[in-house]
T-cell receptor, first 113, second 114 residues
Framework: EDQVTQSPEALRLQEGESSSLNCSYT??????LFWYRQDPGKGPEFLFT???AGEEKEKERLKATLTKKESFLHITAPKPEDSATYLC??????????????FGTGTLLAVQP | DTEVTQTPKHLVMGMTNKKSLKCEQH?????MYWYKQKAKKPPELMFV???????INESVPSRFSPECPNSSLLNLHLHALQPEDSALYLC?????????????FGEGSRLTVL
């Protein structure tokens, strides 16, 4: 069964304290892995797409990496405005799930000044 | 500012009411989606429209009825809902279903069923 697991569930950092969020996945052929950011009461905001192991994408203080079993979202020197829930999702290449995303349960990040 | 617009932002309805949620995008995307999200949970897919045709229905109860009048508009008609249907309803679009992972979400409609 296709599955996405994110850890930790919640993470509290001091401003400037770098860390990583983890997304582990099992899927019948990976079409793509996606990271989203969601602020409270708002819709998710697309951040990155990763297609193959070894791929990396960067945007400001965020860097996403991908292996054959997991993805990491590295946050360098975070600021309070980076506080949000970060969602990971995968799209399968085969079977009936090729046109939909399987979301993880998210990591709630709080960055304190 | 989001390029997917949802109305209303908030909706309170009784179990016997009929209401509709509306979604509009002007990015020329050909796939549109309805998701439901409960507090502290990830979004759950409800429906997918591709080129204005319903392509995925995730076994959603018939009290939720989607409609895609044209390539820019997506509606969700609500009738005889239950209190457990209270949630944030999110509309999203993508260029096509092959790019179903790169979704542009609206800000959502917060639904409360009394």
């Amino acid at each position: 069964e296709d599955q996405v697991t994110q850890s930790p569930e919640a993470l509290r950092l001091q401003e400037g304290e770098s860390s990583s969020l983890n997304c582990s996945y099992t899927v019948s052929g990976l079409r793509g892995l996606f990271w989203y950011r969601q602020d409270p009461g708002k819709g998710p905001e697309f951040l990155f797409t990763l297609y193959s192991a070894g791929e990396e994408k960067e945007k400001e203080r965020l860097k996403a990496t991908l292996t054959k079993k997991e993805s990491f979202l590295h946050i360098t020197a975070p600021k309070p405005e980076d506080s949000a829930t970060y969602l990971c999702a995968v799209q399968a290449r085969y079977g009936g799930a090729t046109n939909k995303l399987i979301f993880g349960t998210g990591t709630l990040l709080a960055v304190q000044p | 500012d989001t390029e997917v617009t949802q109305t209303p932002k908030h909706l309170v309805m009784g179990m016997t009411n009929k209401k509709s949620l509306k979604c509009e995008q002007h990015m020329g995307h050909r796939a549109m989606y309805w998701y439901k999200q409960k507090a502290k949970k990830p979004p759950e897919l409800m429906f997918v429209y591709s080129y204005e045709k319903l392509s995925i229905n995730e076994s959603v109860p018939s009290r939720f009825s989607p409609e895609c009048p044209n390539s820019s508009l997506l509606n969700l008609h609500l009738h005889a809902l239950q209190p457990e249907d209270s949630a944030l309803y999110l509309c999203a679009s993508s260029p096509g279903t092959s790019t179903a992972g790169e979704l542009f979400f609206g800000e959502g409609s917060r639904l409360t069923v009394l």
